[in-house]
């Protein structure tokens, strides 16, 4: 079987990787001619809105995903006219658009914080009317690892704040004074099959994701079971196929959703080496509509992003217990180069593993557990 990609970056590619072993191949579509997916899989170069490229790309597909959701939504409805786009081009047009995730996350029972739509300057009065300060004014729209968002804590400021954005349509939302954040990865199969991973626990260096743990490691088995309700009605709300991935801040015993992509996830790195199933194996089972493997954890894990250069490999190959993914990408600021994956016997075993990998690799910000 032959699966397209829309998106060549490290997601596709360990998509790919994780697909070959059970003899699928792959096509991706991307703008970029270096995107990482050409590495190990064939690359259309072309843009997202190039129709003749996209019916060359379709051509000979059984099917196509996404691994990244800044694809044009137009673009998989164009796809899903002539094969399956899973997940389904809505969960995509949903996840787009923060204020419209927001009305589907409150549809289904979800808690999120408070916010109020930003438009125009005649917005500001009353958004600030709904939405306690200090607050958060996020772009509606292509805002991602701490993209599209300024901190507001005086009414003067957000004048200012839109107009750094760009004067485009915002969410002014409320700053939660929240415990620490978690997400969760769900799984949904064609057949309607269900399968969650354990809660994991994000910590993050200027908005950008740095260290996961899982199962996290302050997470009662009541948050959980929220977790697992929350994605599950999303999962049926949008008759989702693939993986899901909701990020949540948590609040003593509570959840309140910040954000859902609707494809893997970096938070769910750790699975390559921490779980039966690595999420990418996973997704690839749910879209084909085979069943979904086991999400059982082997030990304890935990994920740490390599961020803007590479520390030296051979330092953290010494470390017993991880395992360094390189995405072959140009080194630069921010930018995700690769990731570590630790597996160990216990969570204290974990967390020091995890510190001394922290104490080689570079952050713009530290970052402790």
């Not at 998509?15 to 191949?25: R, W």
């Not at 199962?215 to 959980?224: D, E, N, V, W, Y």
Request: hydrophobic content about 40%; glycine content about 8%.
């Amino acid at each position: 079987m032959r699966i397209g990609i829309l998106g060549g970056g490290q997601l596709g590619r360990m998509l790919a990787l994780a697909g070959y072993p059970l003899g699928l191949h792959f096509r991706g579509l991307d703008p970029a001619p270096e995107a990482p997916l050409g590495h190990v899989a064939e690359l259309l170069v072309a843009s997202y809105d190039d129709r003749l490229a996209l019916e060359q790309f379709a051509t000979g597909l059984d099917c196509v995903t996404y691994e990244f959701e800044n694809v044009p939504g137009t673009t998989a409805e164009f796809l899903a006219t002539r094969l399956p786009v899973l997940p389904p081009p809505v969960a995509l047009f949903r996840a787009q658009d923060r204020l419209e995730e927001k009305q589907l996350f409150e549809s289904c029972g979800i808690p999120v914080p408070r916010y109020a739509p930003i438009s125009s300057p005649e917005d500001f009065g009353p958004a600030i009317e709904t939405v306690p300060l200090p607050a958060v004014l996020k772009t509606r729209r292509f805002g991602y690892d701490g993209h599209g968002q300024k901190r507001v804590r005086q009414p003067a400021e957000l004048p200012r704040a839109w107009e750094e954005l760009g004067r485009v349509s915002c969410l002014l939302e409320e700053f939660v004074p929240f415990d620490y954040e978690v997400s969760l990865l769900g799984a949904r199969s064609r057949t309607g099959e269900i399968a969650f991973y354990p809660l994991v626990e994000n910590r993050h260096t200027e908005g950008i994701l740095a260290v996961s743990r899982a199962p996290a490691p302050r997470a009662s088995r009541t948050l959980q079971e929220q977790a697992e309700r929350s994605v599950a009605a999303l999962l049926e709300e949008l008759s989702y196929v693939g993986i899901l991935a909701v990020e949540f801040f948590v609040v003593g015993e509570t959840l309140l959703a910040n954000e859902m992509a609707p494809r893997v996830h970096n938070s769910g790195h750790w699975t390559i080496e921490g779980a039966e199933t690595s999420q990418f194996e996973q997704h690839l089972r749910a879209i084909l509509g085979w069943p979904l493997g086991s999400t059982a954890m082997r030990g304890y894990a935990a994920m740490i992003n390599l961020l803007g250069s590479l520390p030296p490999i051979e330092s953290l190959l010494a470390i017993p217990n991880v395992h360094v993914h390189l995405y072959g990408k140009t080194p630069r600021p921010r930018r995700k180069l690769g990731h570590v994956t630790i597996r160990a016997e216990s969570p204290e075993e974990r967390d020091e593993l995890v510190r001394l990998v922290l104490s080689i690799v570079e952050f713009p910000q530290p970052v402790t557990i």
